[in-house]
């Protein structure tokens, strides 16, 4: 489990950034160009039609066999990358950076033996450790579940792109939505319209959806070296996490 509670500093590192930025002193240390996106994901219709993630099954088995990732996970990466595209198109998302990202979280939703449903629910669900202050980790409060308990329970990241809940409440959608209802959320960054439209960390269609638009929040344009690496220190500010999303995301795009 890498993300914990890292996912909820993409502001502070914004601010960080901001302040350094008045400081006088520019870092000229090269920034390793970012992965490659993995070549173009094919055009699909995204209005209402059933199974729209079955437009991608072709595309989805080559990469399958070669990359020895699920289909099924393929298919959530391919569709994200698709609908951001049509949403943010100055993002450049690459559907090997979602890949990458995956593979370094939850090694595409097969952590502890879960597998991916037909209609992308992940069982059982993945979580991480309890963000109590132990072992390093942050201490982050879910404030939903200590409201209905009672008493104060730890937040855990949640499913195959481990979302924190406060992050998953900003940033969750329910991907197989028509994109018309979508659209607003999507082309503005903004939180889904209605808890319905939130969908859940544990559907890989949703959670690679809800991980492609914060990272576009994030980073702007991911096809430049400062973006992609700022967009990956926002999901997990760490170093060490940039570089095994770079090292596995490069190896999905050979």
């Given at each position: ?7 909820a ?72 990358t ?49 963000l ?39 940033w ?76 596995a ?6």
């Amino acid at each position: 489990m890498r993300i914990d509670a890292r996912l909820a500093l993409a502001t502070s590192i914004a601010a960080v950034s901001v302040s350094l930025a008045g400081c006088g002193t520019i870092d000229r240390t090269p920034v390793p160009a970012p992965p490659g996106t993995g070549g173009p994901v094919p055009a699909i219709r995204l209005d209402a039609v059933e199974h729209k993630l079955d437009q991608l099954r072709d595309w989805s088995q080559v990469r399958s066999v070669k990359y020895g990732i699920p289909l099924r996970a393929l298919q959530a990466y391919g569709y994200a990358t698709v609908v951001m595209a049509k949403a943010q198109p100055n993002c450049h998302l690459g559907w090997t950076t979602l890949a990458g990202i995956a593979r370094v979280e939850s090694n595409h939703a097969r952590f502890g033996g879960a597998t991916i449903a037909a209609d992308g629910s992940v069982r059982p669900a993945i979580r991480g450790v309890a963000l109590n202050g132990t072992g390093g980790n942050g201490v982050i409060v879910d404030p939903g579940a200590s409201a209905s308990t009672g008493h104060t329970v730890y937040a855990r990241a949640m499913g195959p792109f481990q979302f924190i809940p406060d992050t998953w409440k900003r940033w969750g959608i329910r991907a197989d939505a028509d994109y018309t209802v979508l659209a607003d959320a999507l082309e503005n960054a903004k939180p889904a319209a209605t808890t319905a439209l939130s969908g859940s960390p544990d559907n890989i269609d949703d959670a690679a959806l809800a991980a492609a638009r914060y990272l576009c929040a994030a980073g702007g344009d991911l096809a430049t070296a400062r973006g992609w690496r700022q967009a990956i220190l926002a999901y997990n500010h760490s170093g060490v996490y940039v570089d095994q999303v770079r090292s596995a995301a490069t190896g999905y795009d050979a």
